[in-house]
């Protein structure tokens, strides 16, 4: 079945730093990935979304590429504010309205100033 | 803003008690999901409504784990008898008929410790 390997967090940077948090996934097909985000006490919020390889999302000044050779879908950001304090998962889904989300065990960010 | 409601936000409850979650989805959203989240782990899918069928629960402990929406609108979780392994975050989330998957909005979740 389909599957999400992300990074174990938690993980800690200062502010401005780069982060990149890795993600992998098995699925058949070629499913739709994204990146979810879930700050303390709300729900999760989509973040960004790529349907095809090579897409690239972004927002919020992260972004990831959909890398259909090496089934990765990692996440960067070139400099980390306090705010971007929260837990993010990657996620992928098949194609079709019948299809669900799977997600990643999550990784847990904590940026100090 | 819309947003998907439940309550309680928090629920302490003893091993073989019952205890049931409410969930009320965005206005005109007839797809309403319930997820169950452990601690360390992803979300994952208990069970999908469209209006008030359930179309997949094929996840759900259904000796233990009960779901219903009866008018379509609201939904309730129940548990009965609760056990020590069903702390989690439960999760409802919800989405207008015939979109794709990742677009739910996802309420703040119910956590529920088993003591």
């Known amino acids: 079945g389909d599957s999400v390997t992300q990074m174990e967090g938690p993980v800690t940077l200062s502010e401005e730093a780069c982060l990149t948090i890795?993600?992998?996934?098995?699925?058949?097909?070629?499913?739709?990935l994204f990146w979810y985000v879930q700050y303390p006490g709300e729900g999760l919020q989509l973040l960004l979304k790529?349907?095809?390889?090579?897409d690239k999302g972004s927002n919020k000044g992260f972004e990831a590429t959909y890398r259909k050779e090496t089934t990765s879908f990692h996440l960067e950001k070139g400099s980390v504010q306090v705010s971007d304090s929260a837990v993010y998962f990657c996620a992928l889904s098949g194609t079709g309205t019948a299809s669900k989300l799977t997600f990643g065990t999550g990784t847990r960010l904590q940026v100090t100033l | 803003e819309a947003e998907v409601a439940q309550s309680p936000r928090y629920k302490i409850t003893e091993k073989s008690q019952a205890v049931a979650f409410w969930c009320d989805p965005i206005s005109g959203h007839a797809t309403l999901y319930w997820y169950r989240q452990i601690l360390g782990q992803g979300p994952e899918l208990l069970v999908q409504f469209q209006d008030e069928s359930v179309v997949d629960d094929s996840q759900l402990p259904k000796d233990r784990f009960s779901a219903e929406r009866l008018k379509g609108v609201d939904s309730t979780l129940k548990i009965q008898p609760a056990e020590l392994g069903d702390s989690a975050m439960y999760l409802c989330a919800s989405s207008l008929p015939g979109t794709a998957a990742h677009e739910q909005f996802f309420g703040p979740g119910t956590r529920l410790t088993v003591l």
């Open positions: 890795n993600c992998t996934y098995t699925a058949t097909g070629y499913p739709s």
């Open positions: 790529a349907t095809k390889a090579d």
